[in-house]
T-cell receptor
Framework: AQTVTQSQPEMSVQEAETVTLSCTYD???????LFWYKQPPSRQMILVIR??????QNATENRFSVNFQKAAKSFSLKISDSQLGDAAMYFC??????????????FGKGMKLTVNP | DTEVTQTPKHLVMGMTNKKSLKCEQH?????MYWYKQKAKKPPELMFV???????INESVPSRFSPECPNSSLLNLHLHALQPEDSALYLC??????????????FGPGTRLTVL
């Protein structure tokens, strides 16, 4: 079974600085999809960014980018120019490429990001 | 319309009550999901409806009963709940169930308290 590990339960960053959130996963599959979701204190889970395992190019969405290292099974999220609104729980998630398991997301335990003004 | 809506936002119920949670999406998505989330924990999958058929039931107690009347609507019927069932209940939808590129989009959740 696949597992997702977010080893840092909490991090803090100064406003306008850059922070990197780590995520590692374990799988024997070659095709899969990876996600970062953000859940602010208002609670709605929002998709931040996604990465297809067969694409070597790292995904980027405005201030958010990933460092996807397939061989190392690492999928870190970099937030540039941090803003107060980035404060949230961040969840890394894995989705299998296999037909039978592709409807399930395997979540990491989450990481709480605090942004200091 | 690009969102998943859930009602009510908050619900307090006794252990003998019967209540329902409602989720709607009008994005044409073909899969809908129920998750349970405890504070500071990741969501736990409960049920998945794919093309209006129940495709996944994660061994959820029978006091939780899902219903998918049509492709846009998902209900979760609650009966004889326990205090430990108090949690945030999240609904999600996705456009292409079974496909690698399928992505889930979440609603704001219903905060359930069982007294």
């Amino acid at each position: 079974a696949q597992t997702v590990t977010q080893s840092q339960p909490e991090m803090s960053v100064q406003e306008a600085e850059t922070v990197t959130l780590s995520c590692t996963y374990d799988t024997s599959e070659s095709d899969y999809y990876l996600f970062w979701y953000k859940q602010p204190p208002s609670r709605q889970m929002i998709l931040v960014i996604r990465q297809e395992a067969y694409k070597q190019q790292n995904a980027t969405e405005n201030r958010f980018s990933v460092n996807f290292q397939k061989a190392a099974k690492s999928f870190s999220l970099k937030i540039s120019d941090s803003q107060l609104g980035d404060a949230a729980m961040y969840f890394c998630a894995y989705k299998s490429g296999n037909q039978g398991g592709s409807e399930k997301l395997v979540f990491g335990k989450g990481m709480k990001l605090t942004v200091n003004p | 319309d690009t969102e998943v809506t859930q009602t009510p936002k908050h619900l307090v119920m006794g252990m003998t009550n019967k209540k329902s949670l409602k989720c709607e999406q009008h994005m044409g998505h073909r899969a809908m999901y129920w998750y349970k989330q405890k504070a500071k924990k990741p969501p736990e999958l409960m049920f998945v409806y794919s093309y209006e058929k129940l495709s996944i039931n994660e061994s959820v107690p029978s006091r939780f009963s899902p219903e998918c009347p049509n492709s846009s609507l998902l209900n979760l019927h609650l009966h004889a709940l326990q205090p430990e069932d108090s949690a945030l209940y999240l609904c999600a939808s996705s456009p292409f169930p079974g496909q690698l590129t399928d992505t889930q989009y979440f609603g704001p959740g219903t905060r359930l308290t069982v007294l």
